[in-house]
């Protein structure tokens, strides 16, 4: 079994900052893509940041310059460093692993339980 644990999350003032953590555990034998995920009220999930096993990033257009995707392979975690928070960035925000649980074995992707950000207006 995989398990994906956020935090992190919580209620920050517009222009605050907060960081958010994903643990992967289980049986892992190796992530390639990890990355955060958000879902607003009434909307689509959607990638907000991913981060590639060897440290590529990409960013939803919202957030460039105001998010920094990182991660520890050693310790299979990805971080979400959020800065200049806006209300529009309240959501739910997944973590998300592509991994393989044996050598050989399909990729399968994995999902947190998600962590609540809010950012009042």
């Known amino acids: 079994q995989v398990q994906l644990v956020e935090s992190g999350g919580g209620l920050v003032q517009a222009g605050g900052s907060l960081r958010l953590s994903c643990a992967a555990s289980?049986?892992?034998?190796?992530?390639?893509?990890m990355g955060w995920y958000r879902q607003a009220p009434g909307k689509q999930r959607e990638l907000v940041a991913a981060i590639s096993y060897g440290g590529t990033t990409n960013y939803v257009d919202s957030v460039k310059g105001r998010f920094t995707i990182s991660r520890d392979n050693a310790k299979n975690m990805v971080f979400l460093q959020m800065n200049s928070l806006k209300p529009e960035d309240t959501a739910v925000y997944y973590c998300n692993a592509a991994l393989q649980t044996a050598w050989g074995a399909r990729v399968y992707n994995y999902w947190g339980q998600g962590t609540q950000v809010t950012v009042p207006s």
């Open positions: 289980g049986s892992i034998f190796s992530i390639n893509t």
